[in-house]
């Protein structure tokens, strides 16, 4: 069974940093890329992040200009996002998610999200 667990939200204030993590287990973690979603109250979903396998290319949204950085660490199933210069627009809750095969279930793709992180950025 596929599980992502997402950590590492909490309260900061603005131009505060956070590092969340993504713990994943069920699928060979190694062999697909890995995305951070948000979602902010009252909107629907938003692409923060993507990094490729290997972690040797990541991608971002426009608005995150310089202050994110996704990571990954195969050895230990996790993905990270460290967040700096945060911003009060940023709070919300962030998920990973991944479109993977499970490992000894039925040999179809099928997207897992995790449950999410709440970040609140605030004074």
């Known amino acids: 069974e596929v599980h992502l667990v997402e950590s590492g939200g909490g309260l900061v204030q603005p131009g505060g940093s956070l590092r969340l993590s993504c713990a994943a287990s069920?699928?060979?973690?190694?062999?697909?890329?890995m995305t951070w979603v948000r979602q902010a109250p009252g909107k629907g979903p938003e692409w923060v992040s993507t990094i490729t396998k290997d972690g040797d290319r990541t991608y971002y949204g426009n608005f995150v200009k310089g202050r994110f950085t996704i990571s990954r660490d195969n050895a230990k199933n996790t993905m990270y996002l460290q967040m700096n210069s945060l911003k009060p627009e940023d709070a919300g809750v962030y998920l990973c998610?991944?479109?993977?095969?499970?490992?000894?279930?039925?040999?179809?793709?099928?997207?897992?999200r995790g449950q999410g992180t709440q970040v609140t950025v605030s004074s």
């Open positions: 998610v991944a479109d993977v095969i499970a490992l000894g279930g039925t040999p179809r793709r099928a997207h897992y």
């Open positions: 069920g699928f060979a973690f190694g062999t697909y890329e």
